[in-house]
């Protein structure tokens, strides 16, 4: 037995907050990870995938934002959002131009297939509240639990 075993074996206790189990971090994160493949086989139906899905979200919620906007609502950088965009645009759910105001200001609005397809989406709400077990109630408490979360911890940083 070696010294680290023998003070690994008297500080056992001591190391318990980092057992990978124990960690919300991890949670959150293998939650996330499970949350993007139930939602892949309906996304991959429609022809998106998980973070495309996302931006057109925005997009449906309101039409003609900047990229900046949606990278704003999505708590992303525009840089890795831009080729996003552009695969989006290649499918023909929507298109990019630039402000007549501000060439460096880039502008979404949706195609006429792009809004076709919020049609085709609108049943996928009801599929993750299925695959998830809980009810509707639980979801919505622990939707707003992890919000503030979030906003606690974009506070600290």
């Not at 124990?22 to 996304?43: E, H, I, N």
């Not at 195609?111 to 639980?138: D, H």
Request: hydrophobic share 40%.
């Amino acid at each position: 037995m070696s010294v680290d075993d023998n003070s690994s074996t008297h500080d056992a206790g001591t190391y318990d907050q980092l057992l990978l189990d124990r960690q919300l971090c991890f949670a959150l994160y293998s939650t996330s990870l499970m949350m993007t493949k139930v939602y892949k086989p309906w996304l991959q139906a429609l022809g998106l995938t998980y973070p495309q899905y996302l931006a057109m979200m925005v997009l449906w919620e309101r039409d003609g934002l900047t990229v900046g906007d949606v990278s704003t609502r999505l708590l992303t950088d525009p840089g890795s959002l831009t080729p996003l965009l552009k695969r989006l645009e290649a499918e023909g759910l929507l298109s990019r131009t630039r402000s007549k105001e501000d060439e460096r200001v880039v502008l979404l609005h949706l195609t006429e297939q792009g809004r076709e397809l919020r049609e085709k989406a609108k049943t996928i709400p009801a599929c993750i509240l299925g695959a998830s077990g809980r009810s509707m109630a639980e979801l919505k408490s622990m939707q707003a639990d992890l919000i503030a979360l979030r906003e606690n911890l974009h506070d600290s940083l």
